[in-house]
């Protein structure tokens, strides 16, 4: 069966829809600091800190994770069982972190809360992310049909992330503002999210095989540390690596700074909804009508140049617009940098499956569960530092929850929400000029993968 094969819209679908977890994530990014901060009064720093040694011990349940999906043998594959078993558990987890203990000591409520936190993100969502993002090299070789599935998954992803950062306050205040109400919310989002993971497991099929397991009646089994190896000694691997944290970490930071940055820099915490609402069309539009034939015309690397520069320029928009306090500017930046968002963001989700194929090039050996996992690894770490750095430079700028904040804090709200962003995509863009080749190499490496296994098959 050719791997290189041309998926069905279900099979597409299924991989968008096993996305809601990651959407789920991204809404705790934009409101969980919040929530603790002024719902239930915890400090903004120690909030911070928890985030990132959170993120720390989720980087560890990312490698084990990992070496789990590589090791798993079953009539559905490696990856795709993980999305079924752990579909209502990932649900249930979600939810339970918004019932933490009112009236408890403050040492029981952040006990309580990096217990339950941790039980989403370093294990459910650890799991079935992991699972899911192998899938991406499992299903199909095709670089146009992973860019086509990376688009079907940043649609629902980032759409359902953008949607639900637009109705969380306005629902949160239709069901009575409280404690109870986020309750509520996060049930209703945790039901969401077990559709979407039996959605991906029973619509989406694995059809990728190894040269490996032509070649021989049994694959070998690829140890830990070989696994570690073959990543860290493939060039594209660690390119995949590098561009997803740092893409990851622009994401998170502005995501999580958002509602701080409406609220006190702008003074309205509605604008949440409003410029969240305003960025759907753009987003997922540019999804849809740009991503495809940009990748077809000037292809990946090209492709993410005209993300990074829209998405700059877009940044710098909006940080002028908080130095102003100018809604149109605002309005301006958000419509700019979500035009061009999967220009970037799509082809970067590819990186990781194109890596893999070079990899196995290179050795013969292809290691989904353990290339997913340190990625997986080293984004979340970069997540947990951009959730800290929010508390952190809060808690230096001296930030008072429910009050006007002092000159200090709303820069370094802004500097969060735009000018760290603008840094980093500057960053991004001479990393992927002087080190990604990819482009011109796929045809050969997967015009030889496929060489080697008709060669197998008629031995």
């Keep these: 069966m050719s791997t290189g094969r041309k998926l069905k819209f279900t099979e597409k679908l299924s991989y968008g ?50 070496t789990l999906i590589d090791k798993t043998k079953s009539k559905w594959g490696k990856a795709r069982p993980w999305l079924l078993w752990l579909a209502v558990p990932t649900g249930l987890a979600l939810a339970l972190i918004f019932f933490i ?62 949607l639900g950062c637009s109705v969380t306050f306005p629902l949160v205040f239709k069901l009575g503002g409280d404690v109870m109400a986020w309750r509520i919310l996060f049930i209703i989002y945790g039901v969401i999210v077990t559709a979407g993971l039996f959605a991906g497991f029973f619509l989406s099929k694995e059809y990728v095989t190894s040269v490996e397991s032509v070649t021989n009646q049994e694959e ?11 990543f860290f000694t493939n060039k594209y691997l660690i390119l995949a690596l590098i561009m997803t944290v740092l893409v990851n970490f622009v994401t998170q930071v502005n995501s999580s700074s958002q509602t701080y940055f409406y609220t006190y820099t702008m003074g309205d915490p509605m604008l949440t909804t409003t410029l969240n609402l305003v960025s759907v ?61 999967g220009l970037l963001a799509v082809p970067v989700s590819t990186l990781f499956a194109d890596g893999i194929d070079y990899g196995e090039y290179k050795t013969n050996k292809r290691i989904e569960g353990m290339g997913s996992a340190i990625t997986s690894f080293s984004q979340k770490i970069s997540s947990g530092l951009a959730l800290a750095s929010v508390g952190w430079v809060l808690s230096l700028t001296g930030y008072v929850q ?12 802004i500097t969060l929400y735009s000018w760290l962003p603008a840094i980093l995509l500057l960053v991004i863009f001479f990393i992927l000029k002087f080190c990604y080749h990819y482009d011109k190499e796929a045809a050969t490496v997967i015009a030889e993968l496929e060489s080697r296994k008709a060669k197998s098959m008629n031995k």
């Design 402 to 413: 429910n009050a006007v904040q002092s000159a200090a804090t709303n820069m370094g709200i």
């Design 281 to 341: 069309v753009p987003i997922l539009a540019g999804i849809v009508v740009l991503v495809g034939p940009c990748l077809a015309k000037f292809g990946k690397r090209n492709c993410m140049y005209i993300g990074i520069w829209g998405q700059l320029a877009g940044s710098i928009i909006r940080g002028i617009a908080g130095m102003t306090q100018s809604v149109p500017l605002l309005v301006a930046g958000t419509i700019i940098s979500g035009a061009v968002t």
């Design 220 to 230: 070998s089994k690829i140890s830990f540390w070989e696994g570690v190896k073959l």
């Design 101 to 162: 203990p009112q009236n408890g000591s403050r040492t029981m409520q952040m006990v309580y809360a990096f217990v339950t936190y941790n039980l989403f993100t370093a294990v459910m969502f650890t799991i079935t992310g992991i699972a899911r993002s192998a899938l991406l090299a499992l299903m199909t070789q095709d670089m146009r049909e992973r860019g086509s599935m990376a688009s079907f998954g940043m649609f629902f992803g980032l759409g359902g992330t953008i």
């Design 17 to 66: 829809l096993a996305d809601f977890p990651e959407a789920a994530n991204s809404i705790l990014a934009a409101f969980l600091t919040m929530f603790y901060t002024d719902n239930i009064g915890l400090a903004a720093g120690a909030v911070g800190t928890m985030f990132f040694i959170s993120k720390l011990f989720d980087g560890i349940s990312d490698i084990l994770a990992g």
